[in-house]
């Protein structure tokens, strides 16, 4: 039992971390508490005789009351506090929801993984405008919320979202991982509706999608079977899209949503990106695990800061010489030769070109941001032979990543060892992370370093056996 006579104290959040077995909390002396958390313990019923000792200003007045991750089963308790207006019961084991539905106070209302399966309880609380019930058992939502704003209702198998019709305020959905095979499920009139997360379902068709006009962040990533993208057309306020691990192939919709900023369409079909020399906007671009040759069209796209083609196929960076706010390039494991044209770039700070066929570094070298290469990442399974620049010098934070580090310095050879070698250490059947750092060396071949590395690797493997 824990008993607080705090006079002046009126909020009580994150206090009870280290009680993770308090069984009665008594806050009946604190008449100024207005906020409470009491996360986490063993309760399994919020009314539970001697559970929770609470004095009548506290039912008044308290209007944020968290019992998050409590087991709980059942919540009567909080049918007392009327002027609640936030109320966090996320993760815990609830089924029942009826005694909430006399909080008709409240704005925020978290309910996420839980049990439940019915919430017609919550048809009473108009005042809602933001309710979390993902990861529960909810099929069907027919309730009538007008002033919801925010509903994430994702992790559900979901079978009719009619209730929505009648929120017409609402601004984000999120359906991620519901097992919805295309968005009619979605009322049409959800016109203000500006964020859709469709991630992760079985969606094939999204027709429908034409109907939400005022969209600009669309996730629908993880629909494998997604190939038409052709409504997108409609969809021309759109600043963010991701469409990755989907099937598609054709992104000429894209022209139309020239007000696009950030755009994946990593481990998908495409090989075409033409259609992006007209996203003038675009800031962030992911093309990572694609078939993806020809980066012609990205010559245009002036405001690029980010750009992803690890996995390409891409040989020739000449489209990317002028475009001057670039900040970040990833270019792991493509089939880059000539990195000439990305020297230039005086707004490049972070760089992969790991796993290509790179002969000449002294471009790289010569980059006034460069000084040195700091980072390359090797899979020791992989048996293509590349020449490897000097000049790399891995930093302490970067030394923690890897499993063995193998430094050459003219003729000496050596294993670099860190205090926290068990932290980092992976299954022997697993791939393994090494970092090979060259000083002073020219015309060092892989297959040398893999000789060397062979050896280091098997010694290691001696040592912690």
Sequence with gaps: MLQLEFKNTNELCDHF?????????????LKNLLKLNASPNVWTDASQQGLLSVNQEFVKRTNDF????????????????????KLDLDNN??????????????????????????V?????????????????????????????????????????????????????LDLQETKIINLNIIPSQLQNLIILMTSMNDISEIKHISKFLNLELLYLNSNQKLKDIDSLQYCTKITQLNLKDTSIANIQPLTYCSKLIQLNFSNTCVTDIKPLRYLKHLQNLILDNTNISDIWALQFLKNLTKLNLNSTKVIDLHPLQHLYKL??????????????????????????????????????????????????????????????GDQMTPSENERKYYDIILSIHNSQTYIEKFQNKNKFRMSLVQKRRYLITVFNNHNIQMNMLLDKLAYFIEYSITQSQ
Excluded at 19 to 24: A, G, N, P, Q, T
């Design 17 to 29: 971390k280290q009680f993770k077995r308090l069984e009665i909390l008594d806050v009946q002396y």
């Design 66 to 85: 968290t019992l998050y991750g409590q087991k709980l089963q059942l919540i009567h308790l909080v049918s007392f506090l009327s002027n609640l207006t």
């Design 93 to 118: 084991n609830i089924s029942d929801i009826s005694a909430i539905s006399c909080l008709k106070n409240l704005r925020m209302l978290y309910l996420s993984k839980n049990c439940i399966v019915d």
């Design 120 to 172: 017609s309880a919550l048809e009473n609380l108009s005042n809602l405008i933001k309710l979390h019930l993902s990861s529960n058992n909810v099929t069907l939502f027919k309730i009538a919320l007008p002033n919801l704003v925010e509903l994430h209702i994702g992790q559900n198998l979901l079978e009719d979202l009619s209730g929505l019709a009648h929120s017409t305020k609402l601004v984000l």
């Design 327 to 388: 900040e970040q390039i990833q270019l792991n494991n493509a089939r880059v030769q000539d990195v000439s044209p990305l020297q230039n770039l005086t707004a490049l700070d972070q760089l992969d070109i790991s796993i290509n066929y790179i002969s000449n570094w002294n471009p790289i070298k010569q980059h006034k941001n460069f000084p040195e290469i700091k980072e390359f990442d090797f899979d020791f399974y992989y048996k293509e032979k590349y020449q490897i």
